[in-house]
């Protein structure tokens, strides 16, 4: 755990380093999550990410997930880039390309996204396509957003899916949180994991919790974490 969590923070240090000229923000990331209904069913993800500024209203961020579940593969991680351009000051437009990686295989993914920050919260929403282990082609989606509640707390959710040929995968999440001034965000969600194969149909209850910073003048990076794994939440063998 210790050794994944330095990487990520070794991650988000280099990264600041390599774009200083135009940094505008980064993000460390923990979260825990685990069924409610099955016994040693969940797991941890540890996640870094960087944004800087390269002109014109454009920026390039990078992310990168580490997922360690309590059953299933045990070497699971993401890398996502992201294009993204600036409409006004509320308002962005993006473009991501990045790649799953499960042991040996990988599932390379793109797509185009959305964020708008209202002032007393934001919103973003993503379309994209990846490949499976088999080479399959699966289509993911997802819309989410907070809604500030004064005094550090705010509350939030998230509808991610994915679906192929013969099978889908999705997950609502809602929670509520906690940000110190000027520090760290800690979180308690609560949601359910479904996956349809065709001939098995499964849910699964499932509480999560959270902890993060985010640094730099914009507050941290535009755009959230994107891949096949941040549907299925608690685990590959769900």
């Given amino acids: 755990m210790l050794n994944k969590l330095l990487l990520s923070t070794a991650f988000v240090v280099a990264g600041s380093a390599g774009f200083a000229q135009g940094f505008s923000g980064a993000e460390l ?19 870094g990410a960087v944004e800087a500024e390269v002109g014109y209203g454009i920026s390039v961020a990078l992310g990168a997930t580490a997922y360690n579940y309590d059953v299933g593969e045990d070497s699971i991680s993401n890398l996502t ?3 993204i351009y600036a409409i006004d000051n509320a308002t962005s437009l993006g ?58 707390f705010s509350f939030g959710g998230t509808i991610d899916r994915f679906s192929g040929d013969g099978f889908s995968a999705s997950a609502l999440e809602l929670g509520g949180y906690y940000t110190l001034a000027q520090g760290p965000r800690f979180g308690v ?50």
């Fill in 189 to 238: 969600t609560f949601g359910q994991s479904n996956l349809d194969s065709g001939s098995t149909d499964v849910s699964e209850n499932f509480f999560g919790l959270q902890a993060s910073v985010a640094i730099g003048p914009n507050g941290g990076t535009t755009f959230g974490r994107r891949g096949i794994y941040e549907v299925i939440k608690i685990g590959p063998s769900l």
């Fill in 81 to 83: 880039l992201h294009g």
């Fill in 29 to 47: 990331g923990i979260e825990f999550t685990d069924g409610t209904d099955v016994e040693d069913i969940g797991g941890i993800s540890y996640s």
């Fill in 95 to 152: 473009f991501f390309i990045g790649q799953d990686n499960l042991d040996s295989e990988s599932s390379d993914l793109f797509g185009a996204e959305f964020a708008y920050d209202f002032g007393l919260g934001d919103f973003e929403a993503y379309v994209g396509r990846a490949t499976d282990s088999a080479d399959d082609d699966v289509t993911l989606f997802g819309v989410g957003g907070t809604y500030d509640l004064g005094s550090g």
